[in-house]
């Protein structure tokens, strides 16, 4: 069973930047699709981005896609979301889940494992 830890959250300016890391245990991390989804308050929990066991990437809009960079470290079992020119509204919880196969997928029943999130906020 794949467990999942989430850091690198913050508060942080309108235009900043940061990187988030998920580390994975006790499973088969290269085997894994990961996928970073958010949450924000009163909202449901939304994709942000995912990434395949050999690196292919996706991405939920084309805001995020050209702001976001979701990479991963099949020997440090971490896959990682670069956060540039962060907005507001990208204001959320942020969680990182495991896919039991090694295909993308946007549709959070599509995760076998997720993590605890970690907070990032972006001021005005």
């Known amino acids: 069973q794949v467990q999942l830890v989430e850091s690198g959250g913050g508060l942080v300016q309108a235009g900043g930047s940061l990187r988030l890391s998920c580390v994975a245990s006790?499973?088969?991390?290269?085997?894994?699709?990961m996928g970073w989804f958010r949450q924000a308050p009163g909202k449901e929990r939304e994709f942000v981005a995912a990434?395949?066991?050999?690196?292919?990437?996706?991405y939920s809009t084309d805001s995020v896609k050209s702001r976001f960079t979701i990479s991963r470290d099949n020997a440090r079992n971490t896959v990682y979301l670069q956060m540039n020119s962060l907005k507001p509204e990208d204001t959320a919880v942020y969680y990182c889940?495991?896919?039991?196969?090694?295909?993308?997928?946007?549709?959070?029943?599509?995760?076998?494992?997720w993590g605890q999130g970690t907070q990032v906020t972006v001021s005005s």
């Open positions: 990434i395949t066991w050999i690196g292919a990437t996706l």
């Open positions: 889940a495991a896919r039991s196969t090694t295909a993308r997928a946007i549709k959070e029943y599509e995760y076998a494992t």
């Open positions: 006790g499973g088969t991390f290269s085997r894994s699709a």
